[in-house]
């Protein structure tokens, strides 16, 4: 078992190091900073003009939104880049788990989405006024990680996808976008059609934002709950369906002598 949280542990940071493509802090502050903060104002600000919701509702929505992007791309970068550099093999190859290697690499991901929504969230609502009751503090900070996480089992799957097809980046990237319009962060799910609203039940991001408006408006930790259990299950969902994907795709890619592919 120690050997195992190692792996998982020791190895999740090793392999971030390691793939996850900033350089300089620079362009972290930049991109992953900076960026969101520009988009929630930006949301915010347009919201405020059409009258469609108040500014807790994009602060909100939004934060929860910032860890997508570090989250699904690192996410996907865990399995991508390893055939992107060559050394998928070697990793197909080891005696370990694969399926613990691959999904201890989230973990990292994962913490580096919640300190992004965190940020996020403190500086739009400083900037915007926003007050948080204290006591929604604990519970908001369990819905950003719960939400990180699920966003990193997410770009997992779309990983595990890069095995079999070559062009992963735009199926991330239509991902990310499909993010923002389907879970309700930017446009109230009262408002979309049937099937987009069911399909953002699917996604990752739609309940714990939810959650997160709930607490921030004060209802408490039991009224937000029930959002929180149906995030967790949605990590736990794609969580089971990267390690199911990962391990089909290897066996498949082997037979076809594609894992290094381009």
């Not at 996850?20 to 929630?40: C, D, I, K, R, Y």
């Not at 690499?105 to 989405?113: C, D, E």
């Not at 006591?135 to 990180?148: E, H, I, K, M, S």
Request: hydrophobic content about 55%.
């Amino acid at each position: 078992m120690p050997a195992l949280f190692r792996l998982i542990g020791v190895g999740g940071v090793i392999a971030y190091r390691a793939l996850f493509n900033w350089t300089t802090p620079a362009m972290f502050v930049g991109t992953l900073l900076v960026g969101p903060l520009f988009q929630l104002l930006f949301f915010a600000y347009l919201g405020r003009q059409l009258g469609v919701a108040d500014d807790g509702f994009y602060i909100t929505g939004n934060a929860v939104l910032a860890a997508s992007v570090a989250c699904v791309f690192g996410g996907t970068m865990a399995v991508s880049n390893e055939r992107r550099f060559g050394t998928l093999g070697h990793v197909l190859l080891s005696p370990r788990s694969r399926t613990a290697v691959f999904l201890g690499r989230v973990l990292p991901y994962a913490a580096n989405g919640l300190l992004i929504a965190v940020t996020t969230m403190t500086a739009a609502s400083l900037l915007l006024g926003l007050r948080v009751p204290v006591d929604a503090l604990p519970g908001l900070l369990l819905a950003l990680a719960v939400a990180a996480l699920a966003c990193g089992f997410f770009g997992l799957t779309l990983g595990a996808i890069g095995l079999r097809f070559r062009d992963v980046w735009l199926v991330s990237n239509v991902a990310v976008a499909l993010l923002i319009l389907l879970t309700g962060v930017n446009v109230p799910a009262a408002g979309l059609p049937t099937w987009m609203r069911v399909t953002g039940e699917l996604l990752p991001i739609t309940h714990a934002a939810e959650a997160a408006r709930r607490l921030v408006a004060g209802d408490g930790f039991h009224a937000a709950a029930p959002q929180l259990a149906a995030e967790l299950a949605i990590a736990i969902g794609y969580a089971t369906l990267a390690a199911t994907l990962l391990k089909l795709f290897e066996v498949e890619s082997r037979r076809r002598a594609s894992l290094d592919t381009l």
